[in-house]
């Protein structure tokens, strides 16, 4: 039998379509396909087959279409397990896996035998997949899947059409999918390029017009950086767009664009830039009005770019300064790293201008100083006709104070950005300073520049992973006698993978070469990294430097012969190859460089957060894994659950053609008692048992939160003493501290609009809700949106019976979600909420009295609240709970103070 679901589903008996019959059995059969050799519960059938609502008789259904189904295909095909049925086939059966079969081979060849290989895997196409198949539970997801897989192959194909030279015959088809995908800047990027490489420079440029306009007139969005980055090559005709043979073209990677689109009036924590040019006066009195303005345009232009390059948004320009905003209109987790690099890079980009000034105008005090604040702030909208996002609230107006009483040529922070980047930059404390129209003095450092991030002299205790630390220990056992591998180590920001690592580098023989890079958020090359510090450069060395330690140390490495990986090596570094240099193959000669290291020592490569990694780090991960079957390379990835990342499909490659070489370790939140045993090494023996043990219950295991919660209590003055303990006189409860709700507002705002506002809904509904509720308040195509959220591991589902209810996977993620709504916004959907509880549960409303008091209450609806509280107090006396029905009265009463004053 042969399967087909790359369209319509088929089932072929040599070349005979076997009948399936009607449309319960199809999906039935869709369903085990897409799980083919595994084994599928009756219970997910039945949810796939009916959703929400089966039948009563849904497992008999499903056990009669199985029945159907047996009598049309191959004997003992469709088998049944103890807790469901199982398909069983061959891979050159089903039309799915022959595709991803060619797929794989694709990325090992040479170009010409790539683009074939792909051809061949795209004619296996027939149409959307599982098109005549209707499924209700999360397979239906799959066809999505599969449609981008679909995407993201015809653009390879694409370019490696472009690669071999064919860029005139692919024009007409570019065009073509432009039009059906408007918003993908891969392709727009490959058609600009197909358009310069055929003569045609002036409709390359319009193409990238063309993509500007729909860009910003569709999603509010301006082209991402790699489309940026063609245009200016483009209008340069920069050789590297040549199509000569040996030259590897550049093609744009897929941005990240951001589903964002903030509400007015939403609540969210920013990190704040204002750069100002400083001299400008002096330049206004020696220059025309005319060289003036462009000299500032200049200026400004440089800035804004240098704010683009790292994610941020241009909010206002004034005069000769800029005010701009990382954190709108997507959080992101580091962004006051990315405003500190931002600001380090404006120094930069205006330092080069300013030398130019000097020598041509004699103008030696023409320089740039920036100020930079993290905060809450509100946001909305300005100007009319199309009016422009904008941040208002002490993040803005601090970071014009900050660059206000800022030397030029310095960069100053706020206290909380300062403390956000203490562990990857170099801070210098200054004097409290006094800013104009305020009343008291404002904490403010010197950022000097980015240090090395090396471990902590004395890391964080490692508690409650005796199985995990085995295991590592197993794989640093197996490294020490030669044996190659690779190790994933999985869990959520914080869990400890990174303290993990520390755990087996000090299980490691002293004779193991330990190489490290981090995957940033940003960009960054982690291989680079890596080979910088192998030959002790960095990267402002000059090039004589970084040729003169690269020749000696590889010319040792290879016995006398470092032009045999130079070439590669040197176009990583980005250093001219020589006239004479054949042409570069960076990934091949990276790879024969681990492998000379290999030779003399068993070799680590660690790659921290490989979740953020882009195309080609992920490639040249997988170039390195065939060393592990030479030898003793232990490969290591750290990386979070994101489907979506290139990290995750590093890690299915490792788990598909490298099973046999590889452990996979998921971090798991820490119980209780071991979670108290990090907080007491924190601060030993300080707390009493009621504040560590709610600290404890808050983190729910993380051991980075709460290091943060301890923290917030710290630096809040939230401790006092009492006798030998210190308690607090603030409520664990109520702490968010910003790095954590930085941390878990990026984790929903990754998502597409639709699904972050269900979680905002849900978030009104607290830590568990029923999904009858939250679909009432949300309307139409909450369905969809909540299985997103499950999908991205934001919600759970908590239990079906005796109805659907859903939970979040951690309480502070909860509070992040309900922590962006602006106040008006809140208050509308406690009512909402209110509104359907007393819809929904009309017959049994005394089991959710007081809920409904909370709802009512945070609707601002006092005496709504009251009368539910004293139906609450009512209900507790009669169940003899007199304490519970005192607290309740007294709670009555204070909301009938607030109805009516």
Known sequence: MRYRILGPLEALDGLRPVRIGAAKPRALLGVLLLHMNEVVPTGRLVDELWGEEPPATATKLVQGYVHALRKHLDADTLVTEALGYRLRAEPDELDLLEFQRLIAA??????????????????????????????????????????????????????????????????????????????????????????????????????????????????????????????????????????????????????????????????????????????SQTLAQRLSLDELGELLRESMTLMSQAVEEYGGMVQAYQEDSICALFGVPMTREDDPE?????????????????????????????????????????????????????????????????????????????????????????????????????????????????????????PRPLVGRDGDVERVRAVAADLDAGRGQTLLLLGEPGIGKTRMLSELRSATTGRALW?????????????????????????????????????????TLFGGDPGRTLPG???????????????????????????????????????????????????LAEDLLALTDRGPLLLIATLRRDTASEGWRFRSHVLTDFAHRSTEI???????????????????????ETTRDELVARAEGNPLYLEELLRALLEGGGLERRHRTWTTNLTPSSLLPPALENLLVARIDRLADGPRRLAQIAAVLGREFPVSVLERVAGEGAGEDLAALLRAEIVRELRRYPELTCAF????????????????????????????????????????????????????????????????????????????????REGARESAADADP
């Open 106 to 279: 694709a990325r090992a060849a040479p170009p010409e035998r790539a683009v074939d290989l792909r051809r061949e895997a795209l004619g296996l196409w027939r149409g959307p997949p599982l098109a005549d198949v209707v499924l209700q539970g999360q397979a239906r997801h799959e066809a999505g899947r599969l449609t981008e897989l679909h995407m993201t192959t015809q653009t390879e194909l694409l370019e490696g059409e472009l690669e071999l030279g064919r860029h005139a015959e692919l024009v007409g088809e570019l065009e073509v999918l432009v039009a059906a995908h408007p918003f993908q800047e891969r392709l727009r990027g490959l058609l600009m390029l197909a358009l310069y490489r055929s003569g045609r420079q002036a409709e390359a440029l319009a193409a990238y017009q063309d993509a500007r306009r729909v860009l910003s007139e569709e999603l509010g969005l301006e082209p991402g950086e790699a489309l940026r980055d063609l245009e200016t090559a483009i209008l340069r005709q920069d050789e590297s767009l040549s199509s000569a043979p040996g030259r590897e073209a550049p093609h744009p990677t897929t941005p990240i664009a951001s589903p964002r689109t903030p509400q007015v009036g939403e609540l969210r924590l920013v990190t704040a830039l204002v750069a100002d040019v400083v001299g």
């Open 338 to 458: 990315r405003a500190a690099r931002s600001a380090l890079r404006i120094h930069e980009v205006v330092g080069d201008y300013a030398r130019d000034i000097a020598q041509a105008w004699a103008i030696p005090d023409f320089a740039v100083r920036v100020g930079v604040d993290t905060g809450r702030v509100s946001i909305g909208r300005v100007g009319a006709g199309n009016p422009q996002l904008a941040a208002f609230g002490e993040a803005v107006q601090m970071a014009w104070h900050l660059t206000a009483v800022a030397d030029p040529g310095t960069i100053v922070v706020g206290d909380e950005t300062a403390r956000r980047l203490a562990q990857r930059f170099t801070i210098e404390p200054l004097d409290a300073v006094r800013a104009a129209g305020r009343t008291h003095s404002i904490g403010a450092s010197k950022l000097v520049g980015p240090r090395e991030v090396r471990p902590p002299a004395r």
């Open 809 to 888: 996977r951690h309480g502070l993620l909860q509070e992040a979600a309900l922590s962006s709504l602006a106040p008006a916004r809140r208050r509308e959907l406690y009512a909402d909420v209110a509104t359907a509880f007393e819809q929904l549960y009309a017959g049994t409303l005394e089991d959710h009295l007081e809920r409904l008091a909370h709802y009512r209450a945070q609707s601002g609806d006092a005496a709504g609240a009251t009368v539910y509280l004293e139906r609450a107090a009512t209900r507790a006396d009669e169940l003899g709970a007199d304490a519970r029905a005192s607290e309740l």
């Open 515 to 555: 190489l490290e890079g981090h995957c940033l958020s940003y960009g960054g090359w982690p291989f680079v990294t890596m080979l910088r510090r192998w030959l002790g450069v960095e990267p402002g060395d000059a090039e004589i430097v970084v040729r003169t330690r690269a020749r000696a140390r590889l010319g």
């Open 666 to 688: 998921t971090l798991d939140p820490l119980p209780p008692p071991a979670a108290g045993e990090i907080l007491d090494a924190l601060l030993p023996g300080a707390l009493d």
């Open 569 to 619: 090596l040197a176009r990583l570094m980005r250093m001219p190859p020589s006239p004479a240099a054949e042409p570069a193959d960076a990934r091949g000669d990276y790879v024969a460089w681990i492998a000379a290291l290999m030779e003399q020592a068993p070799v680590i490569v660690a790659l921290e957060d490989l979740h953020w990694a882009h195309v080609s780090t992920r490639e």
